[in-house]
């Protein structure tokens, strides 16, 4: 999966059924939206 298509079309029930980009657009951290696609795609916490 490609990162700018993991961006806009991957929906992230953990932020509120929005998308990466939808979330970091209303205010979330980006640091705090990478860790939940850390999560949800289970990288590995020292690739993260």
Not at 3 to 22: F, P, Q, R
Not at 35 to 43: A, I
């Amino acid at each position: 999966m490609r990162g700018d298509a993991l961006l806009v079309d991957h929906v992230l029930l953990s932020l509120g059924g929005k998308t990466a980009a939808e979330a970091i657009e209303d205010g979330r951290e980006p640091r705090e939206v990478w860790r939940e696609l850390c999560v949800e795609f289970d990288v590995p916490p020292q690739r993260r």
